[in-house]
């Protein structure tokens, strides 16, 4: 039995019966009985476990990190995890971390960990439009904060940068510069900070009065090999693209590689952008110009908040965006020949 089922029998949300089995006060007396009675009649087990958390806090935040996603927060990932042991720990909280190789994987390690009670609720970092972690947790209303967004928002509380603003953005710098043909190369769609800064780039696009090329927008890559490929395939087309946008600095860094071997000379012959603020984005030569995502302080938000959900708070109330800050670095100029050459004062 899942908590649709007792959704089903008593005719409401999903996220009514869960915050009714969760005794958040915003439910009627009447209803929550209603809900109780339905759930104990059903032999609803989850809810053993839920119940059993929320009661008997083990007073830890849990992380699943997945192995698997090649552009996951492996450059940042001592910073996020130092931010979200210095929230937990200012609660007198610890962190619980495991891992997974596949998403069957992270399933079973998810439901593992509830079952032998090891966290209290979980942090979601890399989320997609359509999860499966997100079903799994809110069907056993386990607490859960994501570090993104999602499509179905039905019972989600979050904290997330604004990527589709940092790829406007990229645009007007771009063709403030005089860039016209700009390039783009995303991520796999499937994870919604890629579709989020896609649709930036394109508004981007609109915002500055330039006309959407699909053949200079490449999307689906997630490693610097597939970032190189992409740029090969943008440098093919005619006329080439003067600037290319990166979803990532691990995209930028093939990119770069990729323009260089082509003869190009990033930051003079063609511009990038990236995203994250990665320390080797800082250590390229010319040091890529990106968007700096502040891992540690979102680490600790996303515990502040995880912990506030699991004492009760709705998490309509737990949702929050920031921005990234722009780094100038030494990848953007002028387009060739955009500028009159100077005259020879001799």
Not at 95 to 114: G, K
Not at 211 to 230: F, K, N, S, V, Y
Not at 301 to 330: D, F, H, N, V
Request: proline content about 5%; glycine content about 10%; overall charge negative.
């Amino acid at each position: 039995m899942t908590i649709s089922d007792v959704a089903k029998a008593v005719s409401l949300t999903k996220g009514t019966v869960s915050r009714a089995l969760n005794n958040y006060p915003d439910i009627s007396a009447s209803t929550r009985q209603r809900v109780m009675a339905a759930a104990r009649d059903l032999g609803y087990t989850p809810l053993a476990h839920a119940q059993a958390i929320r009661t008997g806090r083990v007073r830890a935040v849990g992380l699943v990190l997945h192995l698997d996603q090649h552009d996951a927060q492996k450059p940042f990932l001592a910073d996020f995890l130092k931010g979200i042991t210095q929230g937990a720990s200012a609660e007198g909280w610890t962190l619980t971390v495991a891992t997974a190789e596949t998403e069957a994987e992270a399933t079973e390690t998810y439901r593992r960990l509830v079952e032998e009670r090891k966290a209290d609720g979980f942090i979601l970092p890399r989320t997609k439009m359509d999860d499966a972690r997100i079903d799994f947790l809110r069907e056993r209303g386990v607490p859960f904060v994501l570090y993104g967004r999602t499509g179905d928002t039905e019972g989600c509380a979050w904290f997330d940068l604004l990527g589709e603003t940092a790829m406007e953005e990229a645009v007007a710098i771009l063709a403030g510069q005089g860039h016209s043909r700009i390039g783009y190369i995303g991520g796999d769609g499937a994870f919604t900070y890629a579709a989020l800064r896609l649709q930036g780039y394109r508004e981007g696009l609109a915002a500055a009065g330039l006309r959407h090329d699909p053949a200079l927008e490449i999307t689906g890559c997630a490693t610097a090999q597939a970032g190189a490929a992409a740029a090969q395939d943008l440098l093919a087309e005619d006329p080439a693209p003067t600037a290319i946008i990166c979803a990532t600095d691990l995209l930028a860094t093939g990119v770069i590689r990729a323009l260089r071997a082509a003869g190009h000379r990033p930051g003079e012959t063609i511009s990038v952008i990236g995203y994250d603020g990665a320390p080797e984005a800082a250590a390229l030569e010319p040091p890529l110009s990106t968007f700096v995502v502040d891992q540690q302080r979102a680490g600790t938000r996303l515990s502040q908040m995880l912990i506030a959900r699991i004492r009760g708070e709705s998490p309509e109330l737990l949702r929050e965006t920031a921005r990234a800050t722009y780094r100038e670095g030494g990848t953007v100029a002028p387009p060739p020949g955009s500028q009159p050459e100077r005259e020879d004062p001799s």
